[in-house]
């Protein structure tokens, strides 16, 4: 089991509010609430760092694409 250590934030209790009810109704705990939506925006902070290079790459018609897959037909 890797090792844990606890965070402590301040929010406003609006938020929290907000956060209790989402928990209760998805059925989770505050615990993964809040580590999956960590988990989250570190994923997004990736992808972001990767969109420049992504613009860049090139691209090709739909269709190309279709055609080259051997879908053409069955569209």
Do not use: H, N, W, Y
């Given at each position: 089991?890797?090792?844990?250590?606890?965070?402590?934030?301040?929010?406003?209790?609006?938020?929290?509010?907000?956060?209790?009810?989402?928990?209760?109704?998805?059925?989770?705990s505050?615990?993964?609430?809040?580590q999956?939506?960590?988990?989250?925006?570190?994923?997004?902070?990736?992808?972001?760092?990767?969109?420049?290079?992504?613009?860049?790459?090139?691209?090709?018609?739909?269709?190309?694409?279709?055609?080259?897959?051997?879908?053409?037909?069955?569209?």
């Open positions: 089991m890797p090792a844990e250590t606890q965070i402590a934030v301040r929010v406003s209790t609006r938020l929290k509010r907000a956060v209790d009810a989402a928990c209760k109704a998805g059925g989770v505050q615990t993964r609430f809040v999956d939506a960590l988990l989250d925006k570190l994923e997004e902070l990736a992808d972001r760092e990767d969109l420049p290079k992504l613009r860049r790459e090139p691209t090709r018609p739909l269709r190309d694409l279709i055609r080259d897959l051997g879908l053409d037909g069955e569209l």
